[in-house]
T-cell receptor, first 114, second 113 residues
Framework: GDSVTQMEGPVTLSEEAFLTINCTYT??????LFWYVQYPGEGLQLLLK?????DKGSNKGFEATYRKETTSFHLEKGSVQVSDSAVYFC?????????????FGKGTKLTVNP | DTAVSQTPKYLVTQMGNDKSIKCEQN?????MYWYKQDSKKFLKIMFS???????INETVPNRFSPKSPDKAHLNLHINSLELGDSAVYFC????????????FGSGTRLTVV
């Protein structure tokens, strides 16, 4: 079935370090891909998305490129800040009967130290 | 204005009780969802409704019953609560199928004691 695999955490970085969180997916068809972020005690917020192969989603300095050949959607940021500390979820979207079903990875907890 | 609002934010209750969680969205979206996040942060879909019609019903015990009185509201009623029901429950809404992603509520932390 459709699934998302993302790198196990936790990830701990110093401020201004480079971030990569790996995400690969398995899907029949061509899903849309998403990264969501969850700050402590809050709900999930959409960080970025890409709807077709070679699309690049970007927001707040984060980027991810939809790679169909490697079925990947890795999240990157050139210089992380303490405020980026959160749990990051990769997800794919499957249209289903007029709605869309989001299938999530297990989440990667990022801690950024000053 | 909160886009997707859930109440209550916290719910502590005893095993065997029945409880409800309410959700409302003011985004004009046609589709609403319930997701369960377990203690390891894993998120799994439970239900989706499109314009008051049940679309997705994953393998959820029938003690869980969603109800959608109109397309802006999706409530979750849970009968005979069990310890394993303890989790954070998220309501979400989306504009359509496939390309939009969800807008999530801030969650309801349910603790069954």
């Amino acid at each position: 079935g459709d699934s998302v695999t993302q790198m196990e955490g936790p990830v701990t970085l110093s401020e201004e370090a480079f971030l990569t969180i790996n995400c690969t997916y398995t899907a029949t068809g061509y899903p849309s891909l998403f990264w969501y972020v969850q700050y402590p005690g809050e709900g999930l917020q959409l960080l970025l998305k890409a709807t077709k192969a070679d699309d690049k989603g970007s927001n707040k300095g984060f980027e991810a490129t939809y790679r169909k050949e490697t079925t990947s959607f890795h999240l990157e940021k050139g210089s992380v800040q303490v405020s980026d500390s959160a749990v990051y979820f990769c997800a794919l979207s499957i249209p289903q009967g007029g709605s869309e079903k989001l299938v999530f990875g297990k989440g990667t907890k990022l801690t950024v130290n000053p | 204005d909160t886009a997707v609002s859930q109440t209550p934010k916290y719910l502590v209750t005893q095993m065997g009780n029945d409880k409800s969680i309410k959700c409302e969205q003011n985004l004009g979206h046609d589709t609403m969802y319930w997701y369960k996040q377990d203690s390891k942060k894993f998120l799994k879909i439970m239900f989706s409704y499109n314009n008051k019609e049940l679309i997705i019903n994953e393998t959820v015990p029938n003690r869980f019953s969603p109800k959608s009185p109109d397309k802006a509201h999706l409530n979750l009623h849970i009968n005979s609560l069990e310890l394993g029901d303890s989790a954070v429950y998220f309501c979400a809404s989306s504009q359509g199928a496939g390309f939009y992603g969800y807008t999530f509520g801030s969650g309801t932390r349910l603790t069954v004691v």
